[in-house]
DNA sequence: ACGCGCTACTGACAATTGTCAGGAAGCCCG
DNA sequence: CGGGCTTCCTGACAATTGTCAGTAGCGCGT
């Protein structure tokens, strides 16, 4: 369930709008004045906030900025709510970063749209979202909305990759970036030694590819299906108006990306001076903590010991050498290609050490 | 000089319009229809687009919508000029993410402050700049000038940083981001065996420390002096207020961190298969380009062993040992500490290869 | 079910890289 | 200008990791 955090100064207002909106199954957090809410959205982190402008102690664009200066509340969507409708007010609310502004009195539909628009594009970008192909469907659609200008619905085709197939190559154009439906890839580059070095897994709800977008257009690797897999393909054009238009996506996208670059420097690190040990036993933590099957009981990723070994940045003998020794140990347990960890604490004392 | 692209259809608009700014010593290049705009943007990347609504062929917003859906574009401030005032119309341009929105008739000083103040905001993020401290003003006038809330103007003070002092320690809370003034800077991250492995050199011009601003607000990483060094503090507020608020500046951030995250990436690739002596010829070649005295004569870099190492992710006396071969074979000359690249197509072949 | 092919695994050995120790050279500082 | 410190460099050796070759075992398809 989905929490809005609703700031507003006038009571009966506020009742009534939290009325609808919990009618509408959300989850509503109230306050009375700009301060409290900003106090309220620090400590809970909403998925949204409703704001009116005028209100006492601190008004709707102090609250807006104080929020947007905060990383962790700077990606929640916000909505003004406001009885001025003058061009100068509603020009100043959206220039301070909001995402919407809708003037009193308003229809609880516009109310609901609005709402529900902005929550489905955000959604996308939520690590971990669970959503398949209906997800999808509404973000395509939402994506469609955007562009009023090209008519560009034939290209919600989704494609079947089997187990091995390539899906996109290192270097190839992407005019169309490949949103995983079903399955898993791996995607590598290959370095000039014909080594191959795993940059990273990929499932279902995962876009592949977008890096070498934003920089020149073309993938700057190879993507590789593990599996049987569904790929929807988004025009690249969507999905750049997607990102580039939405401040709480852009921000998100921002977080995103620095999220990923501090893993691959912890990674760099590891690389440069941990041992082959260290390095199998971080791989195995994160592949498990990413594909396994299921995440509370020790139950087993399934991984070939070659990706493995290009994930580690190893030769496959190191690799099952040391492997057989970890297995030896009583960390980990090998049945076939499926690996089980089995003690996790070793393992993570092993990994950081 | 600046190159603003002003697509207006009515002639003598464009042209009054073209002349103010070329007075203000603008390079100013013109298109008389949306289509032709688009066209003559994607050719030529302006600094700046001035772009009129209400247009044959294609209008302003199918011209914003068009740019903003491509990479090398989308990152361009984008000012609307119309003279539709109404709410509607305002909100429907700003919405569509254009960064400013002039109506006709405007003053001179309105547009060339518009213009200006979107260009400096911008600038800060383009890569290489080399604003000094004027430039840096210039940015906290604006960071400021955001401000309409708090007083921060009290901040804006500069540290001296003595050669081997450190500036901020891994974990340390960054409640102010460091921006180089003067001097040079290395970031690293210590492994568990107290190895240092590092991530980053940076000069004047750039911020240190921000990525993790973006995660937890604590320093990822300890950044030490490697010269007497000026920095200057930024409150993070005004920092993140800069990179949240402005789409243009959003955008060139995500492609900064995506530029980022590729160059790790390959920097992943040759620590995991690259023997030391390939990278060694990288490292040298990076840190080359980025902090020669003279980019064109094969001038000097003034580096200890010991970082050279901990870039290269290798044991001091390995990369010495390297060194001296290169050296033997003519491919570089070292005085001290002072390192010269001799033969920088030999060098390169090594690299990659 | 059977064989083919691929992957997992083991052993022996070579190559690379790290470690330790010690001397030479350079640099800072009074 | 000399002492003390750090940094650069070299040699000998150890440890780790990669390579090659060969066997066992699993899975897949006909």
Redesign the pocket.
């Known amino acids: 369930m989905k929490t809005i955090l609703l700031i507003e100064d006038d009571a009966d207002m506020r009742e009534n709008t939290a009325e609808i909106l919990e009618l509408a199954d959300y989850r509503v957090l109230k306050a009375e004045n700009g301060r409290r809410g900003v106090e309220v959205a620090r400590k809970e982190t909403p998925d949204l906030v409703l704001c009116d402008i005028m209100m006492p102690e601190l008004d709707g664009y102090g609250v807006l900025h104080m929020l947007g200066r905060n990383p962790a509340t700077a990606e929640v969507p916000f909505i003004f709510l406001s009885a001025k409708a003058e061009r100068g007010e509603v020009r100043k609310g959206m220039e301070l970063g909001a995402d919407d502004y809708l003037t009193k009195p308003f229809e609880e539909s516009e109310l609901l749209n609005a709402i529900e628009g902005r929550l489905k594009r955000s959604e996308l970008f939520r690590k971990g979202f669970d959503n398949g192909f209906e997800g999808l469907n509404q973000f395509m659609d939402q994506a469609r909305g955007v562009d009023a200008l090209k008519d560009i619905g034939r290209d919600r085709k989704t494609r079947k990759v089997a187990k ?1 197939e390539v899906v996109f190559h290192e270097g190839d154009e992407l005019r169309q970036v490949p949103y995983m439906v079903h399955g898993k890839v791996r995607t590598f580059k290959i370095n000039n ?1 014909g ?1 191959e070095f795993v940059t990273g897994l990929h499932g279902a709800g995962e876009f592949i590819g977008y890096m070498g977008l934003l920089e020149n257009g073309r993938a700057m690797e190879t993507a590789e299906a593990l599996e049987d897999c569904e790929v929807a393909l988004i025009p690249r054009e969507d999905l750049l108006a997607l990102l580039y238009k939405d401040r709480d996506v852009s921000i998100r996208f921002i977080k995103m990306l620095a999220h990923n670059v501090k893993e691959n420097e912890q990674h760099l690190l590891q690389l ?8 199998v036993a971080q791989a195995l933590l994160r592949v498990h903590g990413r594909y396994a099957e299921d995440q509370n009981a020790s139950l087993g990723v399934q ?7 290009s994930i ?13 020794d970890l ?1 030896e140990e009583g960390l980990i347990d ?5 690996i089980r960890i089995l003690d996790k604490q070793r393992l993570e004392k092993l990994a950081h050490n």
């Open positions: 091995k030694d080594k440069a001076y941990a041992s082959v040990r260290q390095r991984i070939s010991r070659e990706d493995l070994a580690v940045g190893t030769a496959t003998e190191s690799l099952i050498r040391c492997l057989t297995k090998t049945k076939g290609r499926d």
